[in-house]
């Protein structure tokens, strides 16, 4: 099993700047795959970003990329969403995903809401 504890959340204005944690316990391990996924009220989930335990491969939805870079602090067990230039568009729950290898996002955090005012 593998908990999964986002915060940062909050309201910015249009513009701003905005790092989310999610900090991973539990069964972590190298081949253990982490993303941030969002949802703006009345629309499904989208992904967001992902990247792999080690910190490689990293992709992005197009409409995050050159905007937003995720990263992660193995030592602490915690991966970063570092989000810039954001837009009221980005006004969302944003929530961490983990999956060991090649499964489905198994395991899921409670998100934390954020929201950009114009």
């Known amino acids: 099993q593998v908990q999964l504890a986002e915060s940062g959340g909050r309201l910015v204005q249009t513009g701003a700047s905005l790092r989310l944690s999610c900090a991973a316990s539990g069964r972590t391990s190298t081949n253990l795959r982490l993303a941030w996924f969002r949802q703006a009220t009345g629309k499904e989930r989208e992904f967001v970003a992902r990247?792999?335990?080690?910190?490689?491969?990293?992709r992005y939805a197009d409409s995050v990329k050159d905007r937003f870079t995720i990263s992660r602090d193995v030592a602490s067990n915690t991966v970063y969403l570092y989000m810039t230039s954001l837009k009221p568009d980005d006004t969302a729950d944003y929530y961490c995903a983990a999956a060991f290898g090649s499964d489905e996002w198994t395991y899921w955090g409670q998100g934390t809401r954020v929201t950009v005012s114009s």
């Open positions: 990247i792999s335990w080690r910190g490689s491969s990293p």
